[in-house]
């Protein structure tokens, strides 16, 4: 069996997943102690190990595989395969996966966390596994099957912290957004079955349809892949999600788990050999408005998880307008503009399963130091963290698209796409560069906001004061997505030779183009003079710090003659000029414990907290009126048998005239 394996690579990657869906079973039997997440964490690494280099050497090789497997169910054949898109997504997947059960070794220890920990661990394999599987399956009722599993393994980990009552919203948020999504996907693979007589999913660029059915086939994809990408409007899940789960569980579901959204609609575009120009024009210009507005949201905020959180919108709109301009390449014969847009989108998904996680992970970090997601009660962290005050730091670099990191060389690629266009007859997506860079303004803002707050000036609290480092279980995690973040951002050819094998998949276009209109090489060449003068700096200083005698004071108070640290610049300080572009969709809720009156007023107390227009103003008081409907349709259940027999035959009876 061996020996089939070794010839067989494919094999190596269902022998991985099936090891991460059971890498969590051991916790749930040895419930005491921390052998149940000590061997859950070996089994994710088990995986990754199996995993990664196959897929890898298939990608690079050329390779696929298909298989059949038996079932009785009454869907058609049930086939799994492993094809250049399939094998792609699988990367993010068991890179993120085996790091993020080592970081809840530190982070989540079963030594705290008795009786969340076991559930914790099952759950994280199996969002892991579930994932893998949305990935290779080939038939729409198993899709939808892993679809399913994969949204209530995020419920679980999501709902960790069940006791808090916010935590319980974002799950019921997350739940129903879940599902309205799947009931979209239904109507997607109904469609598809009526078009092709199977649930197997059509061969690439084979299904031809009518332009009514292929327009609802395309508008059930964007609705129910775009409510897992987070792409706006259908975000409302997203933020408090992933702000109220555990960070190791966000960096799954951001890193991971958003970019099964992406799968899905490159998948269902790929079915179509001919798209209308509109499909493309209609998701460049919501991954624009998605990244413009995410961003412009995140500015405001002073919880850093929410942060984060809005800043992944703004990445999978970037990834969006990709797609979207790789589209309408293809439609209009510009093999240009199709390379760029595809190679810039689907780079930018590897580069964001790298960087989003390493926050995440920061933000833990600092969670677990002070105790608390709120940036205004934090700062001084960087004397007391240094370890993770730099790893966060070269995460905060890579997010804002800037050298030597690998977010510089994905979000390059689609700016040239965009300026490529300013030479074409009809200039109009040209008109996504100066949006672009609007967008990586008021993320260097937002990441300026999110570092500088947390870890420089002086601590805004107790707990700031007396934080500590992370333990080692904790920073190997983020020292590799932060090398990985680094080694992308300097030699990005091996990382775009992963991404050239997907090209063909969806835009065949692009293979006419002959590649990089650059050299990679120029890649390597900036990333590494940046990063020799930055040690050079830093040894610099370090050594004229040496030099010179040690003094410490308070930072500099702007002449008041006795400055606290409740002086300093706020979070929403910071960010309220920026914040101003995302206003028509963000309310800030000021409360007051009351007037302040007299000459000595009793402590009074005053919070702010940015709340999003849309989920506040519009879709909750929708769900409260349904869930009144509702409350006046529980009068019919009255605990009687005898009523409900009675349902019974008048639902019958009334069947019998309709069929009549």
Known sequence: MFHDMMGEPSLFVLAAIVAAAVSGLPGL????GPLGQRVGTTGAILSALLALPALVYMLLTGSTARYLLEWNLPFGACEIALDPLSLFFLIPIFLVFPAGALYACGYWPASSHRSSEPPVTFFYGLLAAAMACVVVARNGALFMISWEVMALAGYFLLVTEHEEEEVRKAGAVYLIASHIGAASLLVLFSQLRLATGSFLFPATFSLHLAAGAATVIFLTALLGFGSKAGIMPLHIWLPSAHANAPSHVSAILSGVMLKMGVYGLLRVVSFFPERPLWWG?????AGLASALMGIGIASAQKDIKRLLAYSSIENLGIVVAGIGCALVGQTTGNPRLAYLGLAGGLFHVLNHGLFKPLLFFSAGSVMHATGTREMDRMGGLGARMPWSTALSLCGAVAICGLPPFNGFVSEFLLYLGF?????????????????????GGVAVVSLVKLFGITFLGSPRSYQAAHSHESPASMLLPMALMALLSLSAGIFPQFFLSLVGPVLPEVAPASHAYPGLPIRPLWFTTIGAVLLVLGTLLFLYLRRRQSLLPAATGPTWGCGYLRPTPRMQYTSSSFGLFFGSIAAPMIRTRIR??????GVAPATGRLAYLPEETLLYRIIMPVFSVVGMGFSYLRRLQHGEVQIYMLYIFATLFVLMLWVR
């Open 29 to 32: 039997l040895f419930r005491h």
């Open 419 to 439: 300026f490529g266009e300013a030479r074409s007859p009809e200039p109009y997506l040209a008109l996504g560069a100066p949006v672009l860079a609007l967008v």
């Open 592 to 597: 007051r414990s009351g007037p302040l009156l």
């Open 281 to 285: 024009a209609l998701l460049t210009c």
